[in-house]
């Protein structure tokens, strides 16, 4: 079953919060890194951890190119609903 966005971004942001890196603004085009949420690599490994254990796949160890921003990573499980 394909998670609802809705829930993909509660999951992301509960991973933040639980990192010390929570936001008030979460949408589509905030960026993972950079100017965004500021992830690192150690970030993103356990970002990877926390959806695959949710969704039982995740948007960084599948493809060609890691996702950039929360609106890809939603984007990744929406794209199974099509």
């Not at 966005?5 to 999951?11: D, G, I």
């Not at 933040?16 to 970030?43: F, I, M, P």
Request: proline share 5%.
């Amino acid at each position: 079953m394909t998670p609802e966005p809705a829930h993909v971004r509660e999951t992301i942001s509960t991973f933040l919060q639980r990192n010390g890196k929570g936001t008030d603004s979460l949408d589509d085009a905030t960026s993972l890194w950079g100017d965004g949420l500021e992830l690192d690599s150690l970030d993103a490994a356990e970002l990877s951890a926390v959806l695959e254990d949710s969704y039982g796949r995740d948007p960084f160890s599948v493809g060609d190119a890691m996702p950039d921003t929360v609106g890809d990573v939603v984007g990744f499980y929406a794209a199974d609903a099509g």
